[in-house]
């Protein structure tokens, strides 16, 4: 039996609802991230620093930092990307990394932490109890699935016995998104809708895009 290390439970305990582990882990990790720079790494200049070297960060993590609150440290974090703003339009000098922050601090500790995740996710594969959680109750999002898939040394065996559940699963959901549709005809309105069903069409948008940001 495999030793079940911090990143085994992570996992382990992400798989809920069919929902993909590895977005579910990097969105908390990203949500961790962003509450230590709201506390106090925006008094460090050079996480500041940092933020405006990349122009600020991606459309979906300010959107996502700033439902997080804080006044005061959006003033701090705004002040020099303003300040940094109106010092190029004296210069009459344009970034094109402004239009899309492809240095995003939060952007790039998901991306580190991502393919950390899917090989701890092929190796623990292999544990029947992990493996039997994430047949009853965990979904690979696709682009997971595509990023797993390509990564060096992952076993033949362990990423069909991963593809062949996920396969089931996205056949699950299309079941689903033709029972919406039929529901849309006269005919079948009446029909009872499961909660599953409720939010099956929300699941989808989720397995065809992964809901980390990090793929714009």
Not at 35 to 46: A, C, K, P, W
Not at 75 to 90: E, F, K, P, R, S
Not at 137 to 165: F, T
Request: with cysteine; charged share 25%; aromatic share 10%.
């Amino acid at each position: 039996m495999m030793a079940k290390d911090m990143v085994w439970h992570e996992l382990y305990d992400r798989m809920e609802g069919n929902r993909c582990p590895v977005c579910e882990l990097i969105l908390q990790r990203t949500k961790s991230f962003m509450g230590s720079i709201l506390y106090e790494g925006v008094n460090d200049s050079s996480v500041r620093e940092k933020i405006k070297s990349s122009y600020g960060l991606c459309n979906y993590h300010a959107s996502m930092l700033m439902n997080s609150g804080d006044p005061l440290a959006h003033a701090l974090i705004y002040h020099d990307l303003i300040h940094q703003a109106i010092y190029h339009m004296n210069l009459g000098k344009y970034n094109e990394e402004a239009l899309t922050h492809s240095r995003c601090i939060f952007c790039e500790q998901a991306i580190l932490s991502e393919k950390q995740y899917l090989q701890s996710f092929a190796d623990t594969f292999l544990d029947a109890a992990f493996r039997k959680r994430y047949e009853d109750a965990g979904m690979l999002c696709y682009p997971h699935l595509v990023l797993l898939s390509s990564l060096k040394g992952i076993r033949a065996n362990v990423l069909e016995g991963i593809k062949k559940p996920t396969k089931q699963k996205y056949e699950s959901m299309l079941k689903d998104l033709e029972e919406i549709q039929q529901r849309n005809d006269y005919r079948f309105s009446q029909e009872p809708w499961t909660e599953e069903l409720k939010i099956s069409w929300k699941k989808a948008v989720f397995i065809t895009n992964d809901k980390t940001g990090i793929r714009k």
